[in-house]
């Protein structure tokens, strides 16, 4: 008898998960009230570019629909088998996945993490921008060092954003993952881009790590207060 887990790890059907998931997500976007803190954030841009987009775990399904045009975007995503779902319907968007994972540390060997890393890497240094989660799985909210190693390594800056819709479901899972739903008011919150010196030692990495979770915590408690009011929290139930 197959099981439902088996049949979740089927590439047909991740595949169709993905493509519905695209659609779905083309909905929302094409049904929602759209703006930006700050308001020439789009204008900015360029002058950072190349650049690495980071988002917390749980709040990215709308991403690829705020790439500007003509702007070349690839974006880092688990090996796992959800991942293969998230990869098709990044691509069905127009956003190239490379698949990977994050780390703590150090340790980029982990999980596919070496080809992960050189593959952002490598991207960067062609002018392509790159997005990516900065927390770990099962650790939400808690900004790792991969992506400043990512922003050391490659010279380029780390640029923290949130987005959030008015109305949505959270999930009761580890990262409170957030459906957004059609006819809703949306808006993307960005941060100052964070720098990281290629002669950064341990501390100072360290001190970048906690800069692009402060600033994360800070995009997300603002992009929800917008649409929801002060009241309302994060969006994490």
């Known amino acids: 008898?197959?099981?439902?887990?088996?049949?979740?790890?089927?590439?047909w059907v991740q595949k169709?998960?993905?493509?519905?998931?695209?659609h779905y997500l083309r909905l929302v976007w094409k049904t929602t009230r759209f703006s930006v803190e700050p308001a020439d954030v789009y204008d900015r841009l360029p002058n950072y570019a190349p650049l690495?987009?980071?988002?917390?775990?749980?709040?990215?399904?709308?991403?690829?629909?705020?790439?500007?045009?003509?702007?070349?975007?690839?974006?880092?995503?688990?090996?796992?088998?959800?991942?293969?779902?998230?990869?098709?319907?990044?691509?069905r968007l127009g956003v190239e996945a490379i698949r990977g994972s994050g780390t703590h540390g150090n340790d980029f060997a982990k999980k596919g993490g070496v080809f992960g890393f050189n593959a952002l890497v490598r991207a960067l240094r062609?002018?392509?921008?790159?997005?990516?989660?900065?927390?770990?799985?099962?650790?939400?909210r808690v900004a790792g060092l991969g992506i400043v190693k990512l922003a050391q390594i490659s010279g380029r800056p780390i640029y923290p954003i949130a987005i959030a819709t008015r109305r949505r479901i959270v999930l009761d899972n580890w990262d409170r993952t957030t459906i957004n739903l059609p006819?809703?008011?949306?808006?993307g919150v960005a941060s100052a881009p964070i720098y990281v010196p290629l002669e950064a030692d341990d501390a100072t990495l360290e001190l970048a790590r906690r800069a692009v979770e402060e600033a994360l915590n800070a995009v997300t408690a603002r992009a929800y207060e917008i649409v929801d009011g002060a009241s309302q929290g994060d969006g994490r139930g």
């Open 52 to 91: 690495i987009l980071a988002f917390w775990h749980g709040q990215h399904f709308l991403t690829p629909f705020i790439r500007p045009k003509g702007m070349r975007a690839k974006v880092l995503i688990s090996r796992h088998r959800d991942g293969e779902i998230n990869a098709v319907a990044a691509e």
């Open 1 to 11: 008898m197959l099981s439902l887990r088996n049949l979740t790890r089927s590439h």
């Open 126 to 140: 062609e002018g392509t921008n790159v997005a990516m989660t900065a927390d770990v799985p099962k650790v939400a």
């Open 16 to 22: 169709a998960t993905g493509i519905a998931a695209a």
């Open 183 to 187: 006819f809703s008011r949306t808006v």
